[in-house]
């Protein structure tokens, strides 16, 4: 059995878009995350060193899609799940990526990934 462990409503500014007006303008994505991690440890210890710091994530993830600058939502919900992937110790990353106002009409538009080590 797998644990999980997420983020939920992380709202990032970042440059994404295939259109000349969104490479100018900085909009907001919301993500969701959930990641694959074994509470087992950090349950029984109580102690943060043996726990997922999803505070860390959060902050790495911000840093890394504030300077991005991707064409498609896609490239840049993949590469956030391969820096989960890369820098922290779970074992799988769903994520969705909602692109909020980009489509007329819709609340959100987006991605769902999901990856594995």
């Known amino acids: 059995m797998t644990d999980i462990v997420f983020i939920r409503d992380l709202r990032i500014p970042t440059l994404v878009g295939i259109y000349d007006w969104e490479r100018r303008i900085r909009q ?12 087992s440890r950090a349950a029984a210890s109580d102690d943060i060193a043996d726990a997922l710091d999803y505070k860390a994530v959060a902050q790495r993830v911000r840093e890394y ?33 909602n692109k909020t106002g980009a489509v007329r009409g819709a609340r959100d538009v987006g991605v769902i990934i999901e990856r594995a080590r």
């Open 65 to 97: 899609v504030e300077a991005s600058g991707f064409a498609l939502v896609e490239a840049l919900a993949e590469n956030i799940a391969r820096l989960i992937l890369e820098e922290f110790p779970v074992s799988r990353v769903r994520l969705v990526l």
């Open 28 to 39: 907001e994505i919301r993500l969701d995350i959930e990641m694959g991690f074994d509470i």
